[in-house]
């Protein structure tokens, strides 16, 4: 019996595409998928707490409930939304091939307010404290819901611009001739890559799922991951991270920064080691950033923000 292999996603237009993208790959190896739209699950109520299952991500919430009561099989995510500890009996299955890093300004046709005052909108920590970092004398606003309403938003308001992951823009084709690219920034860790996730004992799944992982990705998001993960032991902080595999040299090139959510400190770090020292580039790179000044940071980001 061949299995059908049940993709849940959630319904904005993104994440649609993204399980799309999954289920063809997949049909296109001979597997038989459905894909099944999942609402949000607040009031489904799970026979243990929501932290002891491990659950912590609010963009991935809603899909770790359906696959733990196995409604769905896997589930595909923006790999920068899926907290660097996923859900006890689920699964890295797949990361599939990256597309494009960037950050990008959505503006309205007018750049001059770079060089004067103007109004930012972000909900992202890392990009506004690298905003500030830059145009100090700036505005910065918080901006919240999926790409196209954050769009839509930018539209309606009267900000000079907002800021917008390229990749996501790009794959629903949302992208507008009024951006340029914020090649200063560094990108969120994983960045413009996909995760498919799988649950662990499901091994038909795993198995099939596993060909679509591509490998030098898989490392460079492994890298930037672990870096967050050493230096957020679970709290949010405008961190930042990319990893590049130099084919030539067979070196990995990484930049971390951690800034403070004003954007006036910042710690980086910048490297290029043999590829062979991939496994604990991540972690240390940031226990260099915590002796550098980081620690310190990272305990005043973490009180500011229990305010």
Same mark, same amino acid.
């Given at each position: 019996?061949?299995?059908?292999?049940?993709?849940?996603?959630?319904?904005?237009?993104?994440?649609?595409?993204?399980?799309?993208?999954?289920?063809?790959?997949?049909?296109?190896?001979?597997?038989?998928?459905?894909?099944?739209?999942?609402?949000?699950?607040?009031?489904?109520?799970?026979?243990?707490?929501?932290?002891?299952?491990?659950?912590?991500?609010?963009?991935?919430?809603?899909?770790?409930?359906?696959?733990?009561?196995?409604?769905?099989?896997?589930?595909?995510?923006?790999?920068?939304?899926?907290?660097?500890?996923?859900?006890?009996?689920?699964?890295?299955?797949?990361?599939?091939?990256?597309?494009?890093?960037?950050?990008?300004?959505?503006?309205?046709?007018?750049?001059?307010?770079?060089?004067?005052?103007?109004?930012?909108?972000?909900?992202?920590?890392?990009?506004?404290?690298?905003?500030?970092?830059?145009?100090?004398?700036?505005?910065?606003?918080?901006?919240?819901?999926?790409?196209?309403?954050?769009?839509?938003?930018?539209?309606?308001?009267?900000?000079?611009?907002?800021?917008?992951?390229?990749?996501?823009?790009?794959?629903?084709?949302?992208?507008?001739?009024?951006?340029?690219?914020?090649?200063?920034?560094?990108?969120?860790?994983?960045?413009?890559?996909?995760?498919?996730?799988?649950?662990?004992?499901?091994?038909?799944?795993?198995?099939?799922?596993?060909?679509?992982?591509?490998?030098?990705?898989?490392?460079?998001?492994?890298?930037?991951?672990?870096?967050?993960?050493?230096?957020?032991?679970?709290?949010?902080?405008?961190?930042?991270?990319?990893?590049?595999?130099?084919? #030539?040299?067979?070196? &990995? $090139?990484?930049?971390?920064? +951690?800034?403070?959510?004003?954007? !006036? =400190?910042?710690? @980086?770090?910048? #490297?290029?080691?043999? &590829? $062979?020292?991939?496994?604990? +580039?991540?972690?240390?790179?940031? !226990? =260099?950033?915590? @002796?550098?000044?980081?620690?310190?940071?990272?305990?005043?980001?973490?009180?500011?923000?229990?305010?």
């Amino acid at each position: 019996m061949t299995k059908i292999i049940r993709i849940g996603t959630r319904d904005s237009e993104l994440a649609l595409w993204q399980a799309h993208t999954v289920a063809k790959k997949l049909n296109d190896l001979g597997y038989k998928t459905e894909i099944v739209a999942v609402k949000s699950q607040g009031d489904i109520i799970l026979d243990k707490p929501l932290y002891e299952l491990g659950i912590t991500g609010i963009f991935t919430k809603t899909l770790d409930i359906a696959m733990i009561n196995g409604q769905v099989d896997i589930a595909v995510h923006s790999m920068k939304d899926v907290p660097t500890a996923l859900p006890i009996g689920i699964v890295q299955a797949a990361v599939l091939e990256r597309a494009n890093t960037l950050d990008i300004l959505v503006h309205k046709g007018n750049l001059d307010f770079l060089n004067g005052t103007g109004t930012i909108a972000t909900g992202s920590l890392r990009r506004q404290a690298q905003w500030w970092n830059k145009y100090p004398n700036h505005t910065v606003v918080d901006l919240r819901g999926n790409v196209n309403t954050r769009m839509q938003k930018l539209q309606e308001s009267d900000w000079s611009g907002a800021v917008f992951a390229a990749a996501g823009l790009e794959r629903i084709n949302l992208k507008p001739t009024d951006f340029i690219n914020l090649d200063w920034m560094i990108p969120a860790p994983a960045q413009g890559a996909m995760l498919v996730v799988a649950m662990a004992n499901d091994d038909f799944t795993k198995e099939a799922v596993s060909q679509l992982n591509h490998i030098e990705t898989e490392i460079c998001t492994h890298i930037e991951r672990q870096f967050l993960k050493t230096l957020e032991g679970g709290c949010t902080a405008p961190i930042g991270a990319l990893a590049k595999y130099n084919e #030539k040299d067979d070196t &990995i $090139e990484f930049r971390g920064v +951690l800034f403070s959510i004003d954007g !006036k =400190e910042k710690i @980086e770090v910048d #490297k290029i080691v043999p &590829i $062979e020292q991939w496994k604990k +580039l991540g972690f240390e790179s940031a !226990k =260099e950033i915590l @002796e550098n000044g980081g620690a310190v940071l990272m305990k005043t980001i973490k009180e500011t923000l229990k305010k």
